[in-house]
């Protein structure tokens, strides 16, 4: 007969870890296996996820290349144009919509990137009592319709528009103004052909090889940026940039938002806006800024949001023949932000083209 402490050691080496043992109660990998119920239930899982990511990229790629807003603003009737008078230059390169106004030694004020002539609409009077005045939407811009469908969105195809357009309205020279984008492709028309600009003016413009706001870069991400601008054409959007770019913003009238929103509804130049902001190589026109002699008006808003202020000082110190106005409780439109101080220095510095 076994005695009861030879029992007892045998009882407690039978339950011992590791001692071998297949009693259930103490096995702890069988307690970590998955079961049955448990590899269905993950199997499902990932399958769910993977078919939500699956429609959100179809949803996304539909949206992007797919899906177009309606254009509403081409039932906009605008009081500017109608007060102004819309005219049109029919090239094989696109069909220019253009105002003019005044007589005089001939200013070409291209209309700011991605707006339109309203853009420009405080300037045409204080300027035509001694010039004639041109504000002109280039291609994907305002009203201005493309023919050439080989057109492409880069400086060579900007500055070849400014060109056409100066041919078709016969000027071979002119003093030339922009603002934002349009002040870059002025400088690179000027640097390019500098026989047929007088005088230059630059507002808040572009042209150095830095990048711009986070909301513009995104727009060179394929998909996303096809989709931020063709779900940014609403008026309250487009009162809220216009907002967020203008430092007085009582400027942000209902009817300056409307006209502003309207041409930014046409297909085309939601697509232009986006292939522009992939296309532009800057780097060019910044190399080339020390060889521009034009004679240059730089004028910068204190309060620019969208180019900061240090940058005024870049353009004046690449460009040899560079004048430079820094405009206190200006944002980046200066020129309907703050039209009278802008009216005064763009007549003082045109004055004697």
């Not at 797919?66 to 009737?77: I, K, L, N």
Request: glycine share 10%; hydrophobic share 40%; charged share 25%.
């Amino acid at each position: 007969m076994t005695s009861l402490p030879e029992r007892t050691a045998g009882a407690r080496e039978r339950k011992a870890p590791g001692s071998g043992s297949t009693d259930p109660v103490h096995d702890g990998e069988n307690d970590r296996r998955p079961t049955p119920g448990g590899r269905r239930l993950k199997r499902r899982l990932i399958r769910g996820v993977a078919a939500a990511l699956a429609l959100l990229m179809a949803v996304m790629l539909y949206g992007a290349y797919g899906y177009m807003p309606a254009e509403e603003g081409r039932s906009f009737s605008s009081p500017f144009l109608r007060e102004a008078g819309s005219r049109f230059a029919d090239t094989p390169l696109a069909r220019f919509h253009y105002i003019r106004a005044g007589s005089g030694s001939p200013v070409v004020l291209l209309s700011p990137g991605a707006g339109s002539v309203v853009g420009w609409k405080e300037q045409v009077r204080a300027l035509a009592g001694r010039h004639t005045v041109y504000v002109v939407d280039l291609p994907g811009q305002g009203y201005t319709r493309l023919h050439d469908r080989a057109f492409t969105w880069d400086l060579d195809g900007m500055t070849r528009a400014v060109g056409v357009f100066m041919d078709a309205v016969g000027l071979r020279r002119a003093a030339l103004a922009g603002n934002s984008w349009s002040g870059g492709w002025a400088l690179a028309f000027a640097q390019r052909h500098p026989g047929r600009v007088s005088k230059l003016a630059l507002l808040d413009a572009t042209g150095l090889d830095l990048p711009g706001t986070w909301q513009w870069e995104a727009l060179k991400i394929p998909v996303l940026g096809e989709l931020a601008i063709k779900f940014s054409t609403g008026k309250p959007t487009v009162r809220t940039t216009m907002e967020a770019m203008m430092a007085n913003r009582e400027r942000v009238t209902d009817e300056l938002v409307d006209e502003w929103w309207a041409p930014m509804t046409f297909h085309d130049n939601l697509r232009a806006t986006y292939l522009l902001e992939r296309g532009l190589d800057w780097s060019r026109t910044e190399r080339a800024m020390p060889d521009t002699r034009i004679p240059t008006l730089v004028v910068w808003g204190r309060q620019d949001t969208v180019q900061p202020v240090e940058r005024a000082q870049r353009f004046a110190d690449l460009l040899p023949e560079a004048r430079l106005h820094v405009l206190e409780g200006c944002g980046h439109l200066p020129q309907l932000d703050c039209p009278e101080p802008v009216n005064r220095l763009l007549g003082a510095f045109f004055g004697d083209v």
